[in-house]
């Protein structure tokens, strides 16, 4: 089990830029694929991005796509989420994720994760 713990949320105008942080404990964290999730109020968690364990591979919700950028930093535990380009809709708690598995391919589905952190939330105000 991989704990984790997200920082970087706020109110932003819209247009406007934040980076989110995932600190995680445990040696083991550079052997798991890792994601973002949002839920906004009265509607279901999506997905918005994930990246391999390695860091080589990154795929994105159509949402978010050109607008946010998965990475991270293995040796410093952490994966991130820069968010570009802020859109009211963008508005919900961002929660990261850890795979079920180890070493797994890039998956998207909620069921996929089985560590979740405590969420930050992102207003994005038009």
């Known amino acids: 089990q991989v704990q984790l713990l997200e920082s970087g949320g706020g109110l932003v105008q819209a247009g406007g830029s934040l980076r989110l942080s995932c600190a995680a404990s445990g040696r083991t964290f550079s052997s798991y694929c890792m994601g973002w999730f949002r839920q906004a109020p009265g509607k279901e968690r999506d997905f918005v991005a994930a990246?391999?364990?390695?860091?080589?591979?990154?795929t994105y919700a159509d949402s978010v796509k050109g607008r946010f950028t998965i990475s991270r930093d293995n040796a410093k535990n952490t994966v991130y989420l820069q968010m570009n380009s802020l859109k009211p809709e963008d508005t919900a708690v961002y929660y990261c994720?850890?795979?079920?598995?180890?070493?797994?391919?890039?998956?998207?589905?909620?069921?996929?994760?089985?560590?979740w952190g405590q969420g930050t939330q992102v207003t994005v105000s038009s």
């Open positions: 994720a850890a795979d079920r598995r180890r070493f797994s391919i890039v998956r998207t589905g909620v069921s996929d994760f089985g560590s």
């Open positions: 990246i391999s364990w390695g860091g080589s591979s990154t």
